[in-house]
């Protein structure tokens, strides 16, 4: 996916190999841990970052720290967080997927909606059939004049709305990457 992944554990970093072996053994999929693991035995980097867990904090002199993710740019701003309780597994999948939106749209003028990139899977026509060609597809910003989405993306698609204003335009994901 071209990115670069790490994992911070306030566990020795030691003693993740048999862990890892144990959390592997029972994954759906096959899949191979190569990415590092920074410790953080004394919680100094998960405080800094607000990673402690506060509904395990009152009850453990070593509270847990929440399951946090952080997406960054490479011109290493900050560009998504996803904070879950330390009682509560990430979601692979969402996380996948926001990288990928992420990447999508990173030099694009391109937002992805809701539920990309299974959305808009049957969308009505202007001349009342439906279509299922914009599966998958990505909302251009309101800050692409039509103009510059004729010429740029030639096949876009924009949705009727009530209010009349053309704004939900949709442009296949493959024309844009």
């Known amino acids: 996916m071209d990115c670069a992944v790490a994992t911070l554990s306030v566990d020795p970093v030691k003693s993740h190999d048999a862990w890892l072996k144990d959390v592997v053994a029972h994954c759906e999929n096959e899949i191979d841990i190569k990415f590092p693991i920074i410790g953080d035995a004394d919680r100094s980097i998960s405080t800094a970052y607000g990673m402690i867990d506060a ?19 490479p011109e290493n701003k900050l560009m998504l967080s996803l904070n879950y309780p330390a009682r509560v597994g990430r979601n692979m999948d969402e996380i996948v997927r926001c990288v990928k939106a992420l990447q999508l749209s990173y030099e694009k003028s391109i937002a992805t909606p ?64």
């Not at 809701?114 to 800050?143: E, M, Q, Y």
């Not at 010429?151 to 053309?166: A, L, V």
Request: proline share 7%; with cysteine; hydrophobic share 35%.
């Open 55 to 73: 509904g395990t904090s009152d009850e453990q002199s070593l509270p847990l720290t929440i399951r946090a993710v952080f997406i960054i740019n």
């Open 114 to 177: 809701a539920n990309w990139p299974n959305n808009h899977a049957d969308i009505p026509l202007a001349d009342g059939s439906r279509t299922t060609d914009f599966k998958g597809s990505v909302f251009l910003l309101p800050t692409v004049t039509d103009d510059d989405a004729k010429k740029n993306y030639p096949n876009y698609h924009s949705c009727e709305t009530p209010s009349g204003i053309n704004y939900l335009r949709l442009v296949k994901a493959e024309e844009v990457a």
